[in-house]
């Protein structure tokens, strides 16, 4: 006899789970809990088996009856329906573990072992963001170039241009490492370099007159804001190495002694290691710091924690608080200021200047004669910067 609904809504839980049929192998079970569960009953290849609908009132009982007339079609096709299921729940397993969210961090986590920087880590976290709704979840073998496109196309119709850029670059890391892993038969996003509007290429903000730059030297001293901060400004003008660097500084970095700094190549944009002579001045002003955050961990580090370097944002408001606007000067912008005023002083090879930026040569001539280093040049030009600066901020 078939059920009716108000009979499956009155039954009780009793001490023992009790069935009730309803007709051709489907029958709702009540638990002991009162959970009602609808099973359906059948046979497949002379062994009897037993398939699970769901749970009432979730799956009505005319959606459970649609169940078994769809598990009944697939027996005389000779089709397991509960082996099926099961085939169908293990591939969505399986593209789960392959969705393209999934090789990204398991691409992401590698980049971490292989000691890539904190930053290069969090950005590429972002780009992650970026395409994790368009195509996240989908299997990465799956994805196509148009997928990967209208993608692209949403962080360029609101003007971020960089940003698709950028995320077409980690989308094809991501892919040539599926690629790699036996995962996905090819980079889809190879063929979009040239489907996206070009960023205008972007200079950051420096002050390149001696003059103005002495005045920018005298407003640091004046900095009233926290003593690490104050350092930092300080420090950065004389080292000329990327914000990012000056942040995750370390003191097991440092070389007192041999007056070095030197900076692993996980930390280092070109992914070599880079060595920074410290003057006479830099040196005393990592000192004085070193009286305050060493001796162990970040030379910068945040104001909440000493477990996270100091904020990307904060000599650059540094620079805010003294005046200057961030079309006057910017923290990455004093590279360009020493590199400016080192190569118009005329004194020092141009190699040098470029390795102290830790600039890759552009081209093989100039690399071969770049393995030197150049470093008693760099460690006599160390201290002629620094004494230059003095005098810039004296007025001279």
Known sequence: MSLKDVQIRALRAAQRPFKKADGKGLYVEVSPTGSKLWRYKYRYAGKEKRLTFGAHPEVTLAEARRRREEARAKLEQGI?????????????????ENSFEAVANEYICKMGKEGRADATLTKARYFLGVLRPAIGTMPVSDVDPQMLLAALKKAEAKGNYETAKKARSFASRVFRFAVATARAPADPAAVLSGALIAPKAKNYAAILDPHKFGALLRAIDTFEGGAITALA??????????????????????????????????????????????????????????????????????????????????????????????????????????????????????????????????????????RGEHWQDRVLMAQWWSDHLDELRAGS
């Open 233 to 370: 400004l300080k420090i950065a003008p004389h080292v000329f190495v990327r914000p990012g660097e000056l942040r995750h500084a370390e003191w097991s970095e440092f070389d007192f002694e041999r007056a070095e700094w030197r900076i692993p190549e996980g930390k280092m944009k070109e992914r070599r290691p880079h060595a920074v002579p410290l003057s006479r001045q830099v040196l005393t002003l990592f000192k004085e710091l070193h009286d305050i955050t060493g001796p162990q961990g970040y030379a910068f580090p945040a104001v909440t924690t000493a477990k996270r370097p100091m904020s990307e944002n904060t000599i650059n408001a540094a620079f805010r608080r003294l005046g200057f606007t961030k079309d006057e000067v910017t923290a990455h912008g004093l590279r360009a200021t020493a590199s400016t005023l080192l190569n118009e002083s005329g004194k020092w090879n141009p190699d040098a200047i470029e390795r102290a930026l830790a600039h890759r040569p552009s081209n093989v001539v100039r690399g071969i004669y770049h």
């Open 80 to 96: 397991d329906p509960g082996l099926e299921k099961k085939q169908k729940k293990a591939a969505a397993k399986v593209s789960a």
